[in-house]
């Protein structure tokens, strides 16, 4: 049972967001800001967040030159400049809102590995930098002129630089938030799972971690930001799970030969250096339908793949050892641009930010609580 002061207030709110990654909190905060005598709650089943916000890589990043040359096989010209706009912008918004030091941002560059079987998407570097003029002002891409030195095995033949990418720390970014949101007066409650939505009447159904308590909470406006968990709650969407496993070595004994944020195979792998240790992950395309999961478990096939990766290209005749490793749940759909749409009288989502949260939960955030506040 719950006691009178508990029912009269803690369970009615003008908004609740369910999930407290990048993007519900910046839902929230946008919100609030914006109606800054509404009562805001945050619902989040883990201690935090579940999916991908604090268990990526922290590459701000917007595409690499042959992920953005895949892009044109299912996306107009107009579309592709478009998404590269808004992730880039994103980056640019949370760099000028929370500030760099307070993101650990680090702006060491964009890097890509181009094996033998995509060494042609150099020749196009000209053509995507004029494509990409009108966004950027400068060329975006070029080929580094001495990449042997960057010691990478043989594979490599090159190596393009992108010199509008950096690095952050996702727990940083995300103690941003949390500050924020606590500034503005939002509750965030840890260790609520919602098993319902009901997305005419505002009614949200939720359970302990323990499932032996359930808790009826009442908004007049519901938000739904938990990327590819929210099929749970929206079965009829068209979003699919896809998982990210990273792997973090122990700090190396010898000195990296090159910094920056690095990717290979049309982006689907990725490797950075963070406090003297190789950070590895990705590669969710050597398996892609056993990654379509919501588990966070291992793929033996994926991890044996970047090892072997990290021992024959990026440090070839280097010993090292492995500390950890972790996954992360992200979403994807039929198109990469994020999903931002009312589901009923009093809901709406955001998801399906397609590996991206970082660029674009804050932007998308406030996205969504516009269309909120017109609801």
Not at 311 to 323: G, L, S
């Amino acid at each position: 049972m719950f006691s009178y002061w508990e029912q009269k207030n803690f369970f009615n709110y003008d908004l609740i967001v369910i999930g407290s990654g990048f993007t519900g909190l910046s839902t929230a905060i946008h919100f609030k800001k914006k109606h800054p005598k509404a009562s805001v709650l945050v619902l989040e089943k883990g201690v935090f967040p579940t999916g991908a916000s604090t268990k990526n890589a922290g590459f701000a990043c917007f595409g690499s030159l042959t992920e953005i040359l895949d892009d044109f096989w299912s996306m107009n010209q107009d579309e592709v400049i478009a998404l590269v706009e808004r992730r880039f912008k994103g980056l640019q918004q949370i760099r000028k809102t929370f500030g760099d030091s307070t993101l650990r941002y680090k702006h060491r560059h964009g890097f890509e590995l181009l094996e033998e079987e995509n060494v042609k998407a150099a020749e196009q570097i000209g053509d995507v930098n004029k494509i990409l003029k009108k966004v950027f002002g400068k060329e975006v891409f070029s080929l580094v002129k001495k990449p042997e030195k960057l010691g990478f095995s043989d594979r490599v033949k090159l190596v393009v630089e992108n010199q509008f990418e950096g690095e952050l720390d996702p727990g940083a970014y995300l103690g941003a938030l949390w500050d924020m949101a606590a500034e503005e007066g939002i509750r965030v409650l840890t260790g609520v799972s919602v098993v319902e939505v009901r997305k005419d009447e505002g009614i949200v159904i939720a359970e302990n971690s323990s499932k032996n308590r359930v808790f009826e909470f009442m908004a007049n406006k519901v938000a739904i930001c938990t990327n590819a968990f929210a099929k749970k709650l929206w079965p009829e969407s068209e979003l699919e799970p896809g998982r990210g496993l990273i792997l973090m070595s122990k700090q190396l004994d010898f000195k990296f030969p090159w910094k920056g944020s690095f990717h290979m195979d049309k982006g689907f792998v990725y490797f950075r250096e963070i406090d003297g240790r190789l950070l590895l992950g990705g590669a969710r395309n050597k398996d892609f339908e056993k990654e379509k999961s919501l588990e966070f478990e291992t793929n033996p096939k994926i991890k044996a793949h970047l090892e072997r990766l990290a021992r024959e290209v990026i440090f070839p005749n280097r010993d090292f050892e492995w500390e950890m490793e972790w996954t992360g749940i992200m979403a994807f759909g039929p198109k990469k641009s994020p999903l931002i749409q009312s589901i009923g009288q009093k809901t709406a989502v955001a998801v399906r930010l397609g590996g991206m949260g970082v660029a674009l939960g804050w932007q998308v955030g406030k996205e969504l609580s516009q269309l909120l506040s017109k609801m």
